[in-house]
């Protein structure tokens, strides 16, 4: 089996933070999968590295402002007064306000941002991050035990290099708010794998597939309960076959959430741990740039060995892995066999009952024989360093190696300096995308009349004429242009300072941007730009593509705050 780089994301804080004792939701299960990690001795095979934490400022390229201000704001005493009696932000029972959920939020997006600017980067094939899939956080609201959209903003990035990516969900619930996030462009796919049928969160038929310049870039397959490996890998295989053919991605994500897994307390699906295991086989194996990510999983320990068992996987060694166990910190968890598998049940697969399984496949595959050839992106110019970046002096997503041992075998990285700016010629795929924009803003909006919420806005300020400050932003989801205002041109600092910019500091017309605005300002550079973002907001109700262009390379700031150790174990029996 060929090698490929693997670079896996862990920070050590995550495993301390508990959304309740009676939550099913349970943090720890990444450390848990890291202890096996470490007693498997797979750390020193890859890159291990911790992600810089995602600043508030980071998480506003998809989420409103006003909702990241309420996450960096809330907690258990306060939530009742801020969520407005629970009516806004955190609705219902699935999403509490626990202590440090932002940090946690931090954590989970922090790690898929690293691990998106890495892959582009050409520094790694594969970059691993159980802390993030957290697929139904909405733009403006938590949803399904997920905060922040840790995936939509990796894509975001993705995009910033590629012309295109493929995101897979084989969590049990289907990928919503990664589906509604993209639903009107054709430079993502999206295509969830999922339960249907009075199951949350209740959408992803056959028959949404997308809108506006994005119908047939959402595929979903619906499914029923006791879907066994061979039925799940039928139609998973030749669905993705037939996306890849379509669609060639440059990028591809895989969510892994972990409780289509037979036995877990919330799914209903009947995969064995090499079912499950054997999509990150089929995805490995077409050598594209890989992200894999966490995602549900209730049954904590079968999470540890199915997200152990995928590293493996990623790493190439899974055939070299004893099922044995080693012994390992959370050893007594998986007795009493002490096994990495996770096996069957003899439910019924109803899927196979009324034929329903075949009916699904063959639509979905029929679907995307509908599509055109894969669309494409012209060459043009995104900025996209960071400030450490700009000044040679670092990278804006990694903290650092983990310890010492990784901090050895980063050194040892076969692209040891590169930092950010030239994709690794060695790496297949790994086309850097430079955006020209003003020759792209001198071009007429196109004629596709159809709903689009990003070409949509993009017109709007297209028909408001030039810009007051000169700079065009082109969107990544689009390719279509519009105006943002520029950070001062000096005068700032990379983080340290604590003025808000003046109205006057914004520069001329044609002067080069040097650095971006600090973190500790990020409300006053925002507001600044609010009133624009909201309208576009609420006029599509999709993407908040603004965001995104207005924060490009802004400055990846570290929230620290010290946890209790305190652990929330899990007792399961077998
Ligand atoms: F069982 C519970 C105990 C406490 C709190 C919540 C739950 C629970 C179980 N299932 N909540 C759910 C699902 N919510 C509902 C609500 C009832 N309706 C009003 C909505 O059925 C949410 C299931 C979320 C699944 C999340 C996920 O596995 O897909 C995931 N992926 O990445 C991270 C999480
Ligand atoms: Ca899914």
Redesign the pocket.
Known sequence: MSKRRVTYYYDPDVGAFTYGL????KPQRMRATHELLIAYDMLPKMHVLRAKRASAETMTRFHTDEYVQFLSRVTPENAPQLSYSGTRFLV???NPAFDGVFEFCSISAGGSLAAAHRLMNGQTDIAINWAG????AKKREAS???YVNDIVLAILEMLRTVPRVLYIDI???HGDGVEEAFYTTNRVMTCSFHKFGEY?PGTGTLDDRGRGKGRGYAVNVPLKDGVTDEAYRSVFEPVIDKILDVFQPSAIVLQC?A?SLSGDK?GCLNLTMQGHASCVQYIRKKNIPLMLLG??GYTVKNVARTWTYETACALGIEDDIDLNMPWNEYFEWFGPRYRLEVPASNMEDMNLRDNSLNRVRETALRYLSELRPAPSVGLQDVPRESVGEHLGVGDAYEQGPLDDLDEKLARESPLPNIHAILPDPRAPGHTRFVYNLQEKAAQPADSDSEYDSDTSLARTRARSGPARHGKKRMSLLTGECFDVPRPPPEGYDLGCGHEPWPQSDIPAQGMKRRFFPSAARWEYALDRHLAERERAGMRNGRVDVGALMMNGGAVERARTAELGEEMDVDAEDD
Do not use: I, K, S
């Not at 899939?133 to 139904?136: D, F, I, K, S």
């Open positions: 009676t939550h099913p939701m219902g029972e699935d899939g957290l697929h139904h399904g035990f997920c969590d049990c619930h949350f959430g409780d919330l995602g549900g």
